[in-house]
């Protein structure tokens, strides 16, 4: 099913609830991270980026600590780039720091089926090797078909696998909700 086919079918979280739950997140990175000058943020490109971003001004505030943000692409990681991705976009990496012995916090927007993440891990470590790496999502929405779940979660919601769960940030959409999207009723 493309995108353009699919409608709103719920709205689970409005601006200022997305803002309540990323404070949250950033209270929870800071209690897991005992040296705060090793932290550093890995957004998956897309969602994870703007997020990330958000999350860095957060913990910036808390920690005393401007923790610095890489950028993953992870087209070429994916265990299904070769069959059925529609034109895949290969996005730039940029990772600007050493990962070695360092505090990585890989960020997402949506959580679902774990393969995005593994295959971030994946790349992440042909930058180096971390101390620890966390992981932090806006949404989990259950449905995994790999052993992974995040350390940090802003909101864990109910999906089926027919419905998508979209973030909309406004870096790079029209308002801050996350929704439900699905097939139109015939």
Do not use: W
């Not at 529609?86 to 070695?100: D, S």
């Not at 419905?163 to 029209?174: D, K, M, Q, S």
């Amino acid at each position: 099913m493309r995108h353009d086919e699919l409608v709103e079918r719920r709205r689970l979280l409005e601006e200022e609830e997305i803002h309540a739950r990323i404070d949250q997140m950033a209270a929870g990175i800071a209690k897991r991270c005992p040296d705060p000058e090793a932290l550093v943020l890995v957004g998956i490109r897309t969602g994870g980026v703007p997020l990330a971003e958000r999350l860095q001004r957060r913990l910036a505030s808390r920690l005393d600590v401007h923790p610095p943000i890489g950028i993953l692409d992870i087209t070429l990681y994916r265990d299904d780039f070769f069959r059925g991705l529609e034109q895949p976009q290969v996005g730039p990496t940029n990772i600007g720091f050493p990962l070695g012995d360092r505090f990585v916090v890989l960020v997402d927007d949506v959580l679902f089926t774990g393969r995005t993440v593994r295959a971030a891990i994946d790349a992440l470590m042909d930058f180096g090797r971390p101390r620890r790496v966390l992981l932090a999502v806006l949404v989990d929405r259950g449905g995994r078909e790999l052993p992974i779940a995040a350390d940090v979660v802003g909101q864990r919601v109910e999906a089926s696998n027919d419905e998508t769960v979209e973030v909309r940030l406004v870096e790079t959409a029209e308002e801050d909700a996350v929704v439900v999207m699905g097939e139109r009723a015939r």
